[in-house]
T-cell receptor, first 119, second 112 residues
Framework: GAVVSQHPSWVICKSGTSVKIECRSL??????MFWYRQFPKQSLMLMAT?????????EQGVEKDKFLINHASLTLSTLTVTSAHPEDSSFYIC???????????????FGPGTRLLVL | RKEVEQDPGPFNVPEGATVAFNCTYS??????FFWYRQDCRKEPKLLMS???SGNEDGRFTAQLNRASQYISLLIRDSKLSDSATYLC?????????????FGAGTRLFVKA
C-alpha cells in the first residue's frame, strides 16, 4: 500500500513554457498532498500544502501565481509551473498523506519526483 | 535556531560498523517523528516512525528523548546499501494540525 505516482518523471522545456506535473495516490485517499522542491545537494523545501477541495497553502517566498496547485480529488493533485525559467530547474517531489489501509495519517509517502530542466 | 537540526556529516564508516545520528527539534509540543532515507537523485522513503518508547526494526533503532528534544537513529552492522542521506522529520503541531518539518539530512557513506 501507499503508492504515489508522479508524471512526468522528467521534463525539458524552453523558457516561458508552462509545465504541469501530476501526483496521484494509487491505493489510498490522500486528504493532504505536499509539493516540495529540491536543488542539488540541498534539503527538501516545502512549497505548498493542499487539501482536497480547498485552496493550497503556500510557504513564504513561494509565488502562488507562478506555482499553481490544484487538488481536484482525493487521489490527484497537480502542480503547474507557469512561464518556467532556467532558475525553476529543480527536482519537484510530491507527497501524500491520508487514511485507509492501516496508514498512519501523519506519515508522508513520496512520489518518485519530476526533474525539470528549463533551457 | 532551526526547527529541526541534523549534523550534515558526511559520516564515513566501514562495513559492519555501528553508526548513530542525532536530530534536535525546537518545538516542545511536537508529537510525531520520523526517519526517512533518501538515495541520490531519488525521492525520500520512510524508514521508520519514532515512538516515545523507542522502536527497532532489524538493524535500525530509533529513540525519542522528549526532555532533551532529540531523536536518534542507530544503525548496526552497516551495509554498503545503507549509504544514503538520512532525513529527520518532525510534525511540530501534533495531531489535528499537519505541518511537517524536514531536517537537512545526514549523509552516510559505508565503505567496503
Amino acid at each position: 500500500g501507499a503508492v504515489v505516482s508522479q508524471h512526468p518523471s522528467w521534463v525539458i522545456c524552453k523558457s516561458g513554457t508552462s509545465v504541469k506535473i501530476e501526483c496521484r495516490s494509487l491505493d489510498f485517499q490522500a486528504t493532504t498532498m505536499f509539493w516540495y522542491r529540491q536543488f542539488p545537494k540541498q534539503s527538501l523545501m516545502l512549497m505548498a500544502t493542499s487539501n482536497e477541495g480547498s485552496k493550497a497553502t503556500y510557504e513564504q517566498g513561494v509565488e502562488k501565481d507562478k506555482f499553481l496547485i490544484n487538488h481536484a480529488s482525493l487521489t490527484l493533485s497537480t502542480l503547474t509551473v507557469t512561464s518556467a525559467h532556467p532558475e525553476d530547474s529543480s527536482f519537484y517531489i510530491c507527497s501524500s498523506s491520508g487514511a485507509g489501509g492501516g496508514l498512519q495519517i501523519e506519515t508522508q509517502y513520496f512520489g518518485p519526483g519530476t526533474r525539470l530542466l528549463v533551457l | 535556531r532551526k526547527e529541526v537540526e541534523q549534523d550534515p556529516g558526511p559520516f564515513n564508516v566501514p562495513e559492519g560498523a555501528t553508526v548513530a545520528f542525532n536530530c534536535t527539534y525546537s518545538n516542545s509540543a511536537s508529537q510525531s517523528f520520523f526517519w526517512y532515507r533518501q538515495d541520490c537523485r531519488k525521492e525520500p522513503k520512510l524508514l521508520m516512525s519514532v515512538y516515545s518508547s523507542g522502536n527497532e526494526d532489524g538493524r535500525f533503532t530509533a529513540q525519542l528523548n522528549r526532555a532533551s528534544q532529540y531523536i536518534s537513529l542507530l544503525i548496526r552492522d552497516s551495509k554498503l546499501s545503507d549509504s544514503a542521506t538520512y532525513l529527520c522529520v518532525v510534525n511540530p503541531t501534533g495531531t489535528g494540525g499537519f505541518k511537517t518539518i524536514f531536517g537537512a539530512g545526514t549523509r552516510l557513506f559505508v565503505k567496503a
